[in-house]
């Protein structure tokens, strides 16, 4: 038997708390209950059904607390939220309730009750239709008349541990041979002015809480009676989601509707499925949810869902339909409004919310578990202007989102925002590098046809001859780039030498790893993740970057802190001439106290690929070869301040309508290099640009040019760039000095040279480069124990050598994107 359930009428508009009604429709209890003949008991039935107070969210959500109730809309207390979660001076609409008009509309309600009882590991349920009536006289709802219940199941009931009485009233189809709830796909496009004064009707199924009751009594007269606490809640299972927009770009914009992304909030779809709830075991099923096929949690959250409506469709119920045209600074009255529910698997946002490592350390940086609860709202066809806008890129930047773990009963509004996306920083670096010609600073320019292929670069910093000496930039003229000297002139505007905290953005001042030194444990400051179904490490960390919101050449930097993110798989291993990827996560806000994670206007996701090179390395013992990342291709996408997912296991891109609708981060160029996806992708390639063998260069050769020292030989290819490092360091000091030979080879001789491997210190005498694949940081110092005079003689004959490195600067005129193009455009 199917039994059909009435349909709530509700009312929504934007969102926030909903505050309780001064009187809830309730119905009254009834206790006694006596025997009938044969094989059911006849009892009058009725209970109270109260509903939850109000309560408070944190991220543009509060509590939905009718009962398939008429709602109405008003300006609520509260308002919208900025960027950094404070907020904001525009009211958010909260919902209101009319019992009045509910009751009117249904005086009687159709309902479903289970009945379930274990005495000892004995369990036996009951489930009957009733219809409840509303009592003017009482202001609440009643049963009554009489409802046959099973005798054995009442049997079971006496002296029962567990007796409970349970309702389910509102939306949806009952199916009595599978024991449970089919719940329709509920999307709805409306209109916010129309919709505070005309009610929506939404098949919203409500269940309350389990009413704890007990026996009493004997023979033909028993009772049955509440066994205390509070009356239950009736609230619906499921929650309200309302998207609206609104336009902060400069231009109006056209867009055809959204497509959303979750793997918390499941229901709506666009296959025609019906969720079932099964009132027994409490689960949903037959959802439509995917899975990534590469890296997903294993401790919930890796189901994911989508669904779209599109207001261009031809369905729109809306006067005039057709897609929504947003003018600048204004907001839409479009909206739409989805019911959906949480299945359990995702994880809620929380202080002690952080991924951790199979070490039970937390990942440092104060980052999210990949389980978090997530929501992603993308623009379909987004316009501006009239032409598809690449800043953002709205296909893979979402519009909306939040770490949503949506609640029964509770309604949530996400306020999605079209807005102008601030240029990436890595576009503010040189595509090449620069050198010194005579007085005058010059750009290096190489083309690599636009391939991401890092082993095409390779011989671009090291051919033989004089040609490529020129990238070696001794330390007086790296003194010159100095942003506290003003920086070099170039045709390419002003370039400055780049100090720790781009560096944390050129993946040099933390180096980024490709392996581990061991698969199955912490690696140095990369540790090994848990709750991953493909084994990760992955190093955290909060610090200063750089960051600007005008282009223009004469904006200066600012500096704030951030977290980024880097992960390579664990099983990843690097060879001569084999390819490795790692992957980035930067620019995301800190998260307060209470967990909860700003939002980030330069968010970017990044793709690091370099391939293994075998290395001669000489030093004071002889040499040894050794395996380092050759150079390194960067391709770096903005996925904006609505982000709130892990690169790994959230999906970056969905196809409606496609088998396997998502691609991820490890989907390769199929998602890297997609033609949707590419729009204001930036890339950058970092050389191996060979310095000078370890015993080339001696005092007189300190701060001569490259057309000097063109005899020299090379090492062969390392990657080490200046850094404007800070003041204990020893890039520092040399820099400080200038063009005094003098007193530069003094400062190696009786200062910089007294370092040994082991010294606390040590880390003073570092490149920024790579001392191996696994994220180490190369040290100039003694390796082993000699004499003093033999360290001294290895220590300065390398600092001597690397006083010679190459610059790749950034200025604070945009660079442009296409890094792997010719660089001379």
């Known amino acids: 038997m199917k039994f059909n359930l009435l349909k709530a009428s509700a009312l929504l508009c934007g969102l926030f708390l909903l505050g309780a009604c001064a009187e809830d429709p309730q119905a009254e209890r009834k206790t006694q209950t006596e025997e009938s003949s044969g094989s059911t008991v006849s009892v009058p039935i009725n209970f109270e059904v109260s509903v939850d107070a109000p309560k408070s969210l944190d991220q543009e959500a509060r509590t939905y607390m009718g009962a398939k109730t008429p709602i109405t809309v008003k300006d609520g207390s509260n308002k919208e939220l900025n960027d950094d979660l404070s907020a904001s001076t525009v009211a958010q609409k909260i919902l209101s309730r009319s019992r009045d008009a509910f009751v009117a509309k249904n005086p009687t309600l159709d309902a479903i009750l289970y009945i379930y009882t274990q005495k000892g590991t004995t369990v036996k349920t009951d489930i009957r239709d009733v219809t409840l009536t509303y009592d003017p006289a009482k202001k609440k709802y009643t049963l009554g008349k009489n409802i046959n219940i099973d005798a054995d199941v009442l049997k079971n009931a006496q002296g029962a541990s567990k007796f ?381 970057l750089p960051y600007k919101d005008d282009p223009s050449a004469s904006t200066p930097f600012q500096y704030k802190d951030f977290v980024y993110a880097d992960y390579f798989a664990s099983r990843q291993t690097v060879s001569d001439g084999t390819r490795a990827t790692a992957y980035r996560q930067l620019y995301m806000e800190p998260r307060n106290s209470a967990g909860l994670q700003p939002r980030s206007k330069y968010q970017t996701i990044m793709r690091v690929s370099t391939t293994g090179r075998k290395v001669y390395v000489e030093h004071e013992t002889g040499g040894a070869n050794n395996i380092y990342p050759s150079t390194l291709t960067m391709e770096s996408l903005y996925v904006g301040k609505y982000f709130f997912g892990n690169i790994l296991t959230t999906p970056l891109y969905v196809n409606r309508g496609a088998s396997q609708p998502f691609l991820f981060a490890e989907s390769g160029d199929a998602f890297w290099s997609k033609t949707e996806v590419i729009r204001d992708r930036v890339d950058r390639v970092a050389l191996n640009v060979p310095t000078y063998e370890y015993n080339q260069i001696n005092k007189t050769d300190l701060l001569r040019t490259y057309q000097e020292l063109k005899d020299k030989k090379r090492a062969e290819p390392l990657m080490h760039h200046w850094c404007d490092a800070p003041s204990h360091e020893w890039e520092y000091k040399v820099l400080n000095i200038g063009y005094d030979r003098e007193a530069l080879y003094n400062k190696i001789e009786n200062d910089l040279y007294q370092r040994h491997e082991e010294d606390a210190n040590s880390m003073d005498n570092r490149l920024y480069g790579f001392a191996d694949t696994k994220g180490g940081i190369w040290r100039i110092v003694a390796r082993v124990a000699h004499t003093i005079e033999s360290d001294k003689t290895a220590v300065t004959q390398r600092l001597r050598t690397h006083t010679y490195q190459a610059l790749r600067p950034y200025s604070t005129k945009y660079q442009g994107n296409e890094g792997f193009r010719n660089n001379s455009k």
């Not at 910093?461 to 010159?480: I, R, W």
């Open 164 to 544: 409970t009485l349970t309702l389910y009233a509102g939306g949806g189809t009952y199916n009595a041979a599978q024991k449970s709830f089919e719940i329709p796909s509920v999307m709805k496009q409306v209109s916010l002015s129309n919709l505070a004064s005309n009610p929506i009707e939404l098949p919203l199924l409500y269940q309350s809480d389990p009413v704890a009751f007990k026996v009493t009594g004997e023979g033909k007269k028993v009772t049955l009676q509440p066994a205390g606490g509070d009356s239950p809640s009736l609230k619906p299972l499921g929650s309200l989601l309302l998207v609206t927009f609104r336009n902060n770009m400069q231009q109006g914009i056209t867009f055809d509707g959204i497509t959303a992304v979750s793997n918390s909030f499941f229901g709506p779809n666009n296959s025609g499925k019906r969720a079932v709830y099964n009132i027994e075991t409490g689960a949903f099923s037959n959802i439509e949810k995917y899975q990534s096929p590469y890296t997903k949690t294993s401790n919930g959250g890796s189901d994911f869902t989508y669904f779209y409506s599109d207001f261009s469709s031809g369905s729109s119920s809306l006067p005039g339909g057709g897609g929504i045209s947003i003018a600048s600074g204004a907001r839409s009255d479009k909206a739409l409004v989805f019911w959906g529910f949480h299945t359990g698997g995702s994880m809620a946002v929380s202080a002690s919310n952080k991924i951790s490592t199979a070490s039970g350390k937390d990942l440092p940086g104060d980052v999210l578990n990949a389980a978090t609860s997530v929501i992603h709202i993308y623009g379909q066809n987004v316009k501006a202007g009239g032409l598809t806008p690449s800043r953002p890129n709205y296909s893979i930047a979402p519009i909306g989102g939040a770490n949503l773990t949506p609640e029964n009963g509770k309604a949530y509004t996400l306020n999605c925002e079209f807005y102008e996306q601030p240029r990436q920083i890595l576009g503010y670096f040189a595509k090449g590098y620069i050198y010194k010609e005579g007085s005058d600073w010059q750009n290096f320019d190489f083309d690599g046809g636009g391939t991401n292929d890092p082993e095409f670069y390779k011989w671009c910093g090291y051919t033989q001859g004089a040609y490529n000496n020129k990238l070696l930039v001794n330390s007086g003229q790296a003194a010159e780039v100095r942003a506290l000297n003003g920086g070099v002139s170039t045709a390419k505007g002003q370039m400055y030498l780049p100090n720790e905290k781009w560096h944390h953005l050129f993946g040099l001042t933390d180096p980024v790893a490709f392996q581990p030194y061991d698969a199955n444990k912490d690696s140095k400051r990369y540790m090994r993740l848990s709750n991953l179904s493909v084994a990760y490490h992955a190093h955290g960390i909060k610090t200063q």
